[in-house]
């Protein structure tokens, strides 16, 4: 008998030819998975993702007890309120041990986020501009819309996705997890079925491969390991110039 959807994920991280350190972190399990990306321009990125996928793993608990969608988004959006309290606390707590505090001058970090869990029903969160994917019989769909002052520029016409793409400011994002108060977080539901593949992905993927590209290396993949790795390949064959983290997860039911 057919009950929820489960996952089986294969995932990698690479901190890329440019960065001198990975600030990007992943989760994954089979009902609860996803990519966190510090801001490589903040302060202690990788601290801020950490905090980020420490507190989503630390809510599994409660996300499995609750009664239905209002309750999940609730429990990830505590989550993510917690991670961002955190953070805060971290990076005040290391700029007064430091005195490196420039005056006028606060300090910050941050970190995007994007995962599904899937419960009752499957449900997508975001925060920021990493992605999830849906990829099924050689079609790849976005299935989040990025926080980014280049996406508002699509949204109301000014810019093509093709011009996005290459904008020069195309990673400045508009929603982070971090020391800006309280996260504001994006849910919709994920339209998931049994055989199909979840890509979640920080921009280091994103920025350098176009959806096409990616959807491509998919097609042409044996596994789901060659599909990770080509990706992070190709990524870093086009420049390399972020942290690029990847979890593919395959759709199937449990039993």
């Not at 801001?39 to 801020?48: C, P």
């Not at 961002?84 to 707590?93: C, K, L, M, N, P």
């Not at 309280?182 to 350098?208: K, Q």
């Not at 790795?229 to 064959?237: G, K, M, S, T, Y």
Request: hydrophobic letters at 40%; charged letters at 20%.
């Amino acid at each position: 008998m057919r009950t929820r959807l489960t996952a089986t994920t294969v995932c990698v991280s690479d901190t890329g030819s440019v960065r001198a350190r990975n600030e990007d972190r992943f989760f994954a399990g089979p009902h609860f998975f996803g990519v966190a990306d510090g801001m490589g321009g903040h302060t202690l990125g990788d601290v801020a993702a950490q905090y980020a996928v420490d507190k989503l793993g630390g809510a599994l608990g409660d996300l499995e007890r609750a009664s239905g969608e209002a309750e999940e988004e609730a429990v990830i959006s505590a989550a993510l309120a917690r991670a961002a309290t955190s953070i805060t606390e971290h990076v005040d707590g290391e700029f007064l041990n430091t005195q490196t505090l420039v005056a006028g001058i606060g300090p910050t970090a941050g970190t995007t986020v994007a995962g599904v869990y899937l419960g009752r029903a499957p449900l997508i969160f975001h925060v920021g501009d990493s992605r999830v994917y849906r990829y099924r019989d050689g079609d790849l769909r976005r299935l989040t819309r990025d926080h980014s002052l280049v996406q508002e520029m699509v949204d109301v016409g000014q810019i093509t996705d093709a011009e996005a793409h290459v904008h020069p400011q195309k990673n400045i994002i508009t929603r982070a997890v971090g020391t800006y108060g309280p996260p504001e977080v994006d849910f919709s539901p994920a339209m998931l079925a049994e055989g199909d593949f979840v890509l979640c992905c920080t921009d280091g993927l994103h920025d350098e491969l176009t959806d096409y590209e990616i959807a491509m290396i998919l097609l042409k993949a044996v596994n789901m390991d060659e599909a990770v790795h080509l990706l992070r390949d190709e990524a870093l064959a086009a420049g390399g110039h972020d942290n690029v983290t990847i979890v593919l997860a395959h759709m199937g039911y449990e039993h």
